[in-house]
């Protein structure tokens, strides 16, 4: 079993966003939206957010918290990934068939 591929990941805890290297030639444009999407779910919900690639490709939102962190907001949690599912579902999806063409090689 492989493991899920890291997009890009935001963390209040130690107030730092990472873009994997292996993503560096996306355009800067859809670089400043994820980072942009990522500071402002941690700073508006706490955690930590993570967008990651599972073997098959496609795009999953993970979220953790310190399970006492008194500040995180979990119902917050839930209703803000809908709303960006929804908000970036194009972008979601451009990303998905960028990784399935360009890194695992299956063609549409």
């Known amino acids: 079993m492989e493991e899920n591929v890291v997009l890009c990941a935001s963390n209040c805890y130690e107030q730092k966003y990472y873009l994997n290297p292996e ?20 700073e508006d919900i706490g955690g930590i957010f993570m967008l990651e690639y599972d073997e098959n490709g496609n795009l999953e939102i993970k979220v953790m918290h310190d399970e006492y962190d008194a ?38």
């Open 23 to 42: 993503f560096d030639n996306l355009p800067d444009s859809i670089k400043d939206e994820l980072k942009i999407m990522c500071v402002l779910f941690t």
């Open 71 to 108: 500040y995180y907001d979990d119902i917050g949690c839930g209703l803000k990934i809908k709303q960006i599912q929804n908000e970036k579902k194009e972008l979601f999806e451009s990303l998905e068939m960028f990784y399935k063409v360009f890194v695992l090689g299956i063609e549409s």
